[in-house]
């Protein structure tokens, strides 16, 4: 076999597993966070991110922000979600999983299919 084909059987493997893991952590974590409090899960074209449901199009939302690091989150001004601690804390745990660099430029949130 040669190494082109080696490197590509191992890579195809590895994504493979990066997909079915994907898929177990949007199934076990991310839905039933978006369904909790409200929001949807979107992920694709290079970046993810979680946003209010109730939001309109084109709405501004304030920059998200846990103990001063920003999250990929639209919430609307007026969400309650803004102020609470407890989806503070869970947006931070998620996000240092879906933030895990698999290869320069490529993250596990690449990985987690969305949740609508």
């Given amino acids: 076999m040669e190494y ?5 059987s191992l890579c195809d493997g590895l994504y493979d597993r990066l997909n079915e893991l994907g898929e177990i ?7 039933p966070f978006c ?3 409200g929001v949807k899960f979107l ?4 970046t993810y991110a979680f946003y209010d449901k109730s939001l309109g199009d084109w709405e501004p939302t304030p920059t998200y922000q846990v103990d001063g690091v920003c999250f990929s ?3 609307s001004h007026k969400s309650k979600l803004l102020t609470s601690k407890r989806f503070a804390k869970q947006v931070k745990a998620i996000f240092q999983v879906l933030d895990l660099e698999i290869a320069r430029h490529d993250h596990f949130g690449f990985y ?4 609508r």
């Avoid at 952590?25 to 839905?31: C, D, H, P, T």
């Fill in 25 to 31: 952590y949007r199934s076990e974590v991310i839905a």
């Fill in 4 to 8: 082109k084909d080696k490197i590509k």
């Fill in 112 to 115: 987690v299919g969305d949740v």
């Fill in 73 to 75: 989150v639209e919430l």
């Fill in 43 to 46: 992920s694709g074209n290079g």
């Fill in 35 to 37: 369904e909790k409090y």
